[in-house]
């Protein structure tokens, strides 16, 4: 199998493994198809970021959906997505492809984790069609995916759950394993020191209404101030 080092200067070098080649016609016939579809998809993203680091993408910073702050109790970077923050609706999916790999490139060359904020957000407002993830997941070089440790999923509601679990299948059963449902704030302290970690205010106090509420993480509770909290189920 083919392995790549996409370098600063948006260059593809290619090392060879010899020893791991099928040894059929057929085998090595599919063998040079993958090597040659990976080939081109590495030199489409390397093209696509140098094309991108001179983009203007201060508006996108200043909704402040994506921030690279902090460290896991292990040193490796956080990535902090907020989900309430993202216009799914109004932005260009293109563009915010763009926007992602050029914050993000750096810090994938090592390991690092992310924390999802899904609080107070809406699955169908909020977060990017699994169209559209499941295409940037197959543009995305492998280092975005092997040198991620865990993604802590914070708050997650029913529609969530459910359009991640429609992509699991597609998912290798590794990445699938990194995904961490986190219930609680306090849970994530086991992973990310404090200090390291910006929680917005809305994330504090709703989780404090959880905290008093338990069962309507499941939808049960009735109470008025859990109900009106866009993206948790209903009571059933």
């Not at 060879?16 to 016939?29: A, K, N």
């Not at 460290?71 to 490796?76: A, E, F, M, V």
């Not at 907020?82 to 260009?92: D, G, H, T």
Request: hydrophobic share 40%.
């Amino acid at each position: 199998m083919a392995a790549f080092d996409l370098g600063r200067q948006a260059a593809v070098q290619i090392v060879s493994d010899t020893g791991r080649q099928p040894q059929s016609f057929f085998g090595r016939f599919l063998q040079r198809r993958r090597d040659a579809a990976a080939v081109r998809s590495e030199q489409e993203y390397a093209s696509i970021l140098s094309e991108s680091l001179g983009h203007d993408f201060s508006d996108l910073d200043q909704l402040e959906f994506l921030q690279t702050s902090g460290r896991d109790k292990d040193g490796r970077p956080l990535v902090v997505v907020v989900a309430r923050n993202f216009p799914a609706k109004v932005l260009n999916p293109d563009r915010v492809y763009r926007y992602l790999i050029t914050r993000l490139d750096a810090i994938a060359d090592g390991p690092y984790s992310v924390v999802w904020f899904h609080t107070c957000s809406s699955y169908w407002q909020n977060c990017p069609s699994l169209s559209w993830l499941w295409r940037t997941y197959e543009r995305l070089p492998p280092k975005y995916r092997s040198h991620l440790h865990r993604l802590f999923v914070v708050h997650c509601d029913l529609p969530l759950w459910v359009g991640l679990a429609a992509l699991g299948p597609l998912l290798s059963e590794a990445l699938w394993r990194k995904v961490e449902w986190v219930a609680r704030v306090e849970f994530l302290w086991d992973h990310v020191h404090k200090k390291q970690l910006a929680v917005p205010d809305f994330v504090s106090e709703h989780d404090a209404l959880l905290e008093e509420q338990p069962l309507a993480d499941y939808g049960v509770v009735a109470a008025r101030e859990v109900n009106a909290v866009p993206g948790l189920p209903g009571p059933v």
